[in-house]
T-cell receptor, first 113, second 107 residues
Framework: SQTIHQWPATLVQPVGSPLSLECTVEGTSNPNLYWYRQAAGRGLQLLFYSVGIGQISSEVPQNLSASRPQDRQFILSSKKLLLSDSGFYLC????????????FGSGTRLTVV | GQSLEQPSEVTAVEGAIVQINCTYQTSGFYGLSWYQQHDGGAPTFLSYNALDGLEETGRFSSFLSRSDSYGYLLLQELQMKDSASYFCAVGDDKIIFGKGTRLHILP
């Protein structure tokens, strides 16, 4: 069966520090991969998505970037965090890309102080 | 662009039925899906409608009318564990989520 791993679960980082969040999927090949962010009590904002290795589409201009160095690995990064980067970051994967059956990781709660 | 509208909050009584509506605007349509998210947790997939009509999965049903750009999630025999946020979503290679409906259940 397919599983998705996301870590760390919580993170407290100072303003101006770098960020690296990692997500891996097991049990499938060539998944579509996604990074979403959710502010407290708000909806899910799509940040990046990838349909293949090295293929990254950015949805929101910001100081975040994403990379997909391997088929089932998706990384979210920042060189210098801002206070506004705080939130709940969620990685997800899908097989079809149609919105049917997106599976989310357990999420990383990031607090920038 | 794509946008979705759903009520921010809904309150219902345990054992009752509740309907959460969703209207959408999208340049291309590949189906309407629904997700549940408990506080502090990740969203989990509930249902998907690609064609008009009603899809039933246990206590949950989802309806779609493509001509009206409208759908709803119906929850029957409400239980306290159904207290959560519910999101509708549309899209193809990427999906866009509504802002979510917080469901409060009263005993």
């Amino acid at each position: 069966s397919q599983t998705i791993h996301q870590w760390p679960a919580t993170l407290v980082q100072p303003v101006g520090s770098p960020l690296s969040l990692e997500c891996t999927v097991e049990g499938t090949s060539n998944p579509n991969l996604y990074w979403y962010r959710q502010a407290a009590g708000r909806g899910l904002q799509l940040l990046f998505y990838s349909v293949g290795i090295g293929q990254i589409s950015s949805e929101v201009p910001q100081n975040l970037s994403a990379s997909r160095p391997q088929d089932r690995q998706f990384i979210l990064s920042s060189k210098k965090l801002l206070l506004s980067d705080s939130g709940f970051y969620l990685c997800a994967w899908s097989a079809t890309g149609t919105g049917y059956g997106y599976t989310f990781g357990s999420g990383t709660r990031l607090t920038v102080v | 662009g794509q946008s979705l509208e759903q009520p921010s909050e809904v309150t219902a009584v345990e054992g009752a039925i509740v309907q959460i509506n969703c209207t959408y605007q999208t340049s291309g349509f590949y189906g309407l899906s629904w997700y549940q998210q408990h506080d502090g947790g990740a969203p989990t997939f509930l249902s998907y409608n690609a064609l008009d009509g009603l899809e039933e999965t246990g206590r949950f049903s989802s309806f779609l009318s493509r001509s009206d750009s409208y759908g709803y999630l119906l929850l029957q025999e409400l239980q306290m564990k159904d207290s959560a946020s519910y999101f509708c979503a549309v899209g193809d290679d990427k999906i866009i989520f509504g802002k979510g409906t917080r469901l409060h259940i009263l005993p």
